[in-house]
């Protein structure tokens, strides 16, 4: 049943445009870090800046951790027509968003932004450019970028919203909370 309560619609079109401002933020921010670290730093050569992090450029022609990186050049396409796939399938999630669904609002923003920003790279370029490194005693994280960390950030999110939701319920049913 919708819900028709004054102001209902207006606050569920402020969480979609949020969540659309936060998605944009994202592409934004991740290109004019992965711009700055393709003009700054020297392919695959590390920059100290901490003990346990460099500024290290990469290009990555793969998915996550550079799998399938060394394909032969079909990954490109497959992991575009997947990325603008997921992408599509999450804006019609932020579409179904309902006014109150600020934490999954906040994934999906972060999730999309991401997703759009490596998607950008891999189209226009044919590889996402990647220049975080973090490392500990000699082992080294894949290289990663802003987008990378939003989508990471965003389905940890996601994943301790259902767990918060699951509490809820479960809290509920037992008669012992809200």
Not at 7 to 17: K, N, Q, Y
Not at 105 to 126: K, P
Not at 130 to 154: K, L
């Given at each position: 049943?919708m819900?028709t309560?004054?102001?209902?619609?207006?606050r569920r079109?402020i969480v979609?445009a949020?969540?659309?401002?936060?998605?944009?933020l994202?592409?934004?921010l991740d290109?004019?870090?992965?711009?700055?670290a393709s003009?700054?730093?020297i392919?695959y050569?590390a920059?100290?800046?901490?003990?346990w992090?460099?500024?290290?450029l990469?290009?990555?022609?793969g998915a996550?951790?550079?799998?399938?990186?060394?394909?032969g050049?079909?990954q490109?396409?497959?992991l575009t027509?997947?990325?603008?796939?997921?992408?599509l399938?999450?804006?019609v999630?932020?579409?179904?968003l309902?006014?109150?669904e600020?934490?999954?609002?906040l994934?999906?923003g972060l999730?999309?932004g991401g997703?759009v920003?490596?998607?950008i790279?891999r189209v226009?370029?044919g590889?996402?450019?990647?220049?975080?490194?973090v490392?500990?005693?000699?082992?080294h994280?894949?290289?990663?970028?802003?987008a990378?960390?939003?989508i990471?950030?965003?389905?940890?999110?996601l994943?301790?919203?259902?767990?918060l939701?699951?509490w809820d319920e479960?809290q509920?049913?037992s008669?012992?909370g809200?």
């Amino acid at each position: 049943m919708m819900n028709t309560a004054p102001g209902t619609s207006r606050r569920r079109w402020i969480v979609i445009a949020a969540v659309l401002a936060l998605a944009a933020l994202v592409i934004v921010l991740d290109w004019y870090t992965k711009r700055w670290a393709s003009e700054a730093l020297i392919l695959y050569r590390a920059s100290y800046l901490l003990p346990w992090l460099n500024l290290t450029l990469a290009h990555n022609y793969g998915a996550a951790f550079s799998f399938l990186s060394d394909a032969g050049g079909w990954q490109r396409w497959m992991l575009t027509a997947l990325a603008v796939a997921v992408t599509l399938v999450l804006l019609v999630w932020v579409a179904r968003l309902r006014a109150g669904e600020w934490r999954v609002g906040l994934a999906l923003g972060l999730i999309i932004g991401g997703a759009v920003g490596n998607l950008i790279d891999r189209v226009r370029l044919g590889y996402v450019v990647d220049f975080i490194d973090v490392h500990y005693r000699g082992w080294h994280w894949p290289a990663f970028n802003v987008a990378d960390s939003a989508i990471t950030c965003g389905i940890a999110l996601l994943l301790l919203d259902a767990v918060l939701q699951w509490w809820d319920e479960r809290q509920a049913a037992s008669g012992g909370g809200p």
